[in-house]
């Protein structure tokens, strides 16, 4: 059963707890789960993702705004995640 957040108080208590790491995590599972679904190219993938965080968190009830708000986390932490801290070689962004 989803959850659902009657009012924006709510659902503003439950974003003032989420941290920009476990939005990445969540990009990243959304990313891994887009490669199974046969998306290869890597930059398409992450971006997809990132922009999967948006839906998925209007799926489970939350208002557009904070959507947009953490799918905004999703892109500044695969920046972050993808050009500090991983060897160019590797980088997918
Ligand atoms: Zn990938």
Redesign the pocket.
Known sequence: MLPSYDTDEASQRVIQRITPYEVFAYSTLL??A??VQG?IN?RL??CAANDAVRWAARFYGLHQTQANWLSRIAFDQSTRNTADHVPQPLR?V
Request: aromatic share 0%; no cysteine; glycine share 0%.
């Open positions: 990313h891994e887009l490669h998306l890597e993938t992450e997918s």
